[in-house]
């Protein structure tokens, strides 16, 4: 500023100190009103703001109050602290107004502390003086608890407070002082609604230091930490304690916990309307580009990645996309070379590589026509994906024919079988679309659109079997029991992720939603363990597999009539892999220990579905097919039945796959060695990777 500019008051000795001193006196003046405060922090957190809105955050919405409001605000602008983008008409917070808020900030903190009074550091990353009067609020509010009966639990926390002798208060600290005096007086129900949900220390630190699950990525560390709130909150605090015991007990098995109650497990896509259509998420995720209709073959490249990426987000399981591969093919031809090229490198840009869901993201199915394509159009595709899983270590996307006709793929074999040994993710079904583990599309198999499905719950049949005493009759009684409240569950995850989809969590769901019934969920309960339950611990080895069909006749009967009562038509009953093998049987080992210790029969993990050696498949061919198809029939919800063609030659491989086409469904596996250092595919019998010679082989199949 030039000397000509100044006034002569200000030219004087001390002048400018004294318009400093002035300067100073009139922001102080600013800060003395709790209106101008709140103005600021407003603009802080929420700006730039139009006038209209920022009056309506201040609390200033009747028309009585816009004087006032107008004044609070001409004194900012004139102080500098508030300043106004006239071409855009919003109000900013200056530099300076957040000096002034960050300096008024201190000064509330600091005259707690020092007026010697308790003061809490809380959640919201503040200091607060102590006030009894939040407690009630938090019992009434949140524990629905009577306000006479809040006041005297208020009245015995403040004492025990004022005792503490700390100048340390938080929140945390106060609400476990509440919880406290709640078991004391037997409030077991209160102090389940006011219980703050998290993570110790020690289990924060084992995350970073990755000792937990041997993985310490940012994603995993993430993941870990919030799905531990979300299954605490499920277990206790949206199913039934009944349920809850049960799948604690071990006589149900609630996969994915932390994820059971915010997204599904399975989605099947029906892509006939992305194809013609595409999809607008309108409004949801602004920062990814509308997809636009596939009008020919070499769209999908671009346009298939982003769907996976989407869906990728929506379910835990696995997404399955149906009528893709058939709605692009019905509308031009196409060369089987050009179809090759592009269908691998349409697989190799959707591989995701982290995702924030524990386990990565989830399996992504395609499925194939078989009976509507043309045999070199199929061709095309199978050796597409061939190149897809001889580039990818691990795979995470796979393929499923659908034909009814044996013709269609059988001059298929030899590429089909030569992926299952390379340990490709195929699949055939000849009995409607499923997941790669055989789940069943159930709730629309007649029309169009997306169904969701909800698998994850599991019943320990053998548990139920050790209780029987070896009586078929009771065990079967005890089976229906059981089934009652899981179909309790699934009711309300149906409820609770309906709800979630019509909120807008599921943006690409709730897109759909307008164009589906919220009603097409497949509600599925998993039978584990059913072949040692009947063959082992009821010892039926002679007429086993009839004692099975009919314990399976049984669910089926009586989880439809259960599914009648509370309106789901759509439960069903299944056996297909998940994670609950492995946890029920470590569980009854601890209970009964393993009555048979030399019985093979009577592995770590109980049995789901049917894993049939490829060998064994020629051998005995006719009973293999007959048993399978059987249980297939009563298992509206599924049946995984594996072919593993580990160890198999290529001359076995034809005839294998020739006897496994009259399965309603089947899946290739072939185990595999992966090598953690470099990634290199090895087989089953080394010992060592041929590529960096590392020892470091994990098994995978």
């Known amino acids: 500023m030039s000397q000509d500019s100044l006034s002569q008051s200000e030219i004087r000795p001390g002048g400018v100190l004294q318009t400093a001193s002035r300067r100073v006196r009139m922001i102080f003046s600013v800060m003395a009103s709790p209106n101008r405060i709140d103005i600021l922090r407003i603009l802080n957190s929420k700006g730039p703001l139009t006038y209209s809105e920022l009056k309506s955050l201040a609390g200033f919405k009747s028309k009585k109050e816009s004087g006032k409001f107008a004044y609070h605000l001409r004194k900012l602008l004139r102080q500098s602290l508030v300043a106004l983008n006239k071409a855009e008409r919003r109000y900013t917070i200056t530099n300076l107004g957040k000096l002034v808020l960050s300096l008024a900030r201190q000064i509330e903190e600091r005259s707690i502390i020092e007026s010697g009074k308790m003061y809490v550091r809380t959640s919201r990353h503040s200091i607060e003086e102590f006030n009894s009067n939040r407690i009630i609020q938090s019992l009434v509010r949140e524990a629905n608890m009577p306000l006479e009966q809040a006041h005297k639990i208020t009245e015995e926390v403040e004492n025990k407070v004022y005792k503490f002798q700390t100048a340390y208060l938080t929140s945390s600290l106060i609400r476990e002082t509440v919880n406290s005096v709640l078991i004391e007086h037997g409030f077991e129900e209160y102090r389940t609604k006011l219980a703050r949900l998290g993570l110790p220390t020690s289990d924060v630190v084992e995350l970073f230091n990755g000792s937990t699950n041997g993985r310490n990525e940012i994603d995993s560390i993430l993941s870990e930490a919030s799905v531990a709130v979300f299954s605490e909150n499920l277990l206790f605090n949206t199913l039934p304690k009944d349920i809850t015991d049960m799948h604690l007990a071990g006589e149900l098995n609630i996969s994915n916990s932390g994820l059971w109650g915010l997204i599904p497990d399975t989605i099947f896509y029906d892509s006939k309307d992305l194809v013609e259509n595409g999809l607008d998420s309108k409004g949801k995720y602004l920062n990814v580009s509308r997809i636009l209709p596939i009008k020919k073959f070499e769209d999908l490249t671009t346009t298939f990645p982003r769907m996976v990426s989407l869906l990728s987000r929506e379910a835990y399981g696995e997404v399955v996309f149906d009528n893709l591969i058939g709605s692009i093919f019905n509308k031009a031809q196409y060369n089987h070379k050009e179809v090759e090229s592009l269908f691998t490198a349409t697989l190799l840009a959707s591989s995701i590589a982290r995702s924030y869901l524990p386990g990565g993201y989830p399996v992504v199915t395609i499925t194939i026509p078989a009976d509507d394509l043309e045999s070199n159009i199929v061709a095309a595709l199978l050796n597409g994906y061939r190149r897809y899983v001889e580039n990818t270590p691990v795979p995470r996307i796979g393929v499923q024919i659908t034909c009814q006709d044996y013709n269609s793929i059988l001059m298929h074999s030899e590429v089909i079988g030569s992926i299952g040994i390379a340990g490709g993710m195929i699949s055939v079904s000849n009995k409607g679309v499923r997941t790669h583990t055989g789940v069943l599309r159930n709730a629309s198999n007649d029309e169009s659109g997306l169904v969701i499905g909800l698998q994850s719950l599991a019943v320990n049949l053998p548990r139920l079997a050790y209780q029987s005493n070896k009586d078929e009759t009771y065990f079967r009684a005890r089976l229906a029991l059981m089934l009652k409240p899981a179909v309790t ?175 309603d469904f089947f899946r290739l596996i072939s185990k595999h060695k992966i090598c953690s250092l470099c990634g290199t595919r090895c087989y089953i019998s080394q010992e060592k990777c041929q590529n960096c010679k590392s020892p470091y082989l994990s098994i995978i199949y």
């Open 489 to 663: 569950a699934l009711a309300i995850r149906k409820k609770v992720i309906s709800d979630i989809i019509r909120k807008g969590i599921l943006p690409t769901l709730s897109q759909r939603s307008q164009l589906m019934q919220l009603g097409k969920m497949n509600l599925v309960i998993n039978l584990t363990g059913a072949r040692e339950s009947v063959y082992n611990i009821l010892g039926h080895d002679l007429d086993g597999e009839e004692i099975l069909l009919k314990v399976l006749r049984t669910a089926a009967d009586v989880v439809a009539d259960n599914g009648r009562q509370v309106n789901e038509n759509s439960i069903s009953i299944a056996m297909v892999p998940d994670d609950s093998a492995k946890r029920l049987a470590s569980l009854d080992a601890e209970k009964y220990g393993k009555m048979q210790q030399n019985d093979e029969r009577m592995p770590e993990a109980y049995s789901q579905g049917m894993n049939i050696p490829g060998k064994d498949l020629l051998e005995n061919k006719n009973s293999i097919l007959s048993s399978s198809n059987m249980i297939s029939s009563l298992l509206s919800g599924g049946f995984s039945v594996n072919v593993d063609l580990t160890g198999v030659s290529n001359d076995d491989t034809n005839a294998i796959l020739k006897a496994a086409y009259d399965l």
